[in-house]
């Protein structure tokens, strides 16, 4: 997904990749470990402002690699 120009512009690499963790917690490690209702509202959040801003209707969509490559 081209995250150029959205919403996610406000946040730094570091917030990004927090939020994408969210995001995938939500999907798919939704067992409830501490600090699960934090992920689940970060993910919700952000898949509002997907909604409402972006106009995308995937509920916890990743937004980019969480894992780190050399290029980073």
């Known amino acids: 997904m081209d995250t150029k120009g959205t919403w996610l512009d406000e946040f730094d690499a570091r917030e990004q990749k927090s ?3 969210a995001r995938l917690y ?3 490690y939704d067992h409830g470990d501490p600090g699960h209702m934090h992920l689940k509202v970060i993910a919700k ?3 509002i402002l997907d909604r ?3 106009g ?3 509920e916890y969509s990743i937004t980019r690699n969480l894992v780190a490559t050399h290029d980073e």
Do not use: F, P
């Open 19 to 21: 939020i994408d963790h």
């Open 52 to 54: 409402e801003l972006l």
């Open 56 to 58: 995308l209707k995937t």
């Open 45 to 47: 959040l952000a898949a």
């Open 26 to 28: 939500a999907a798919q």
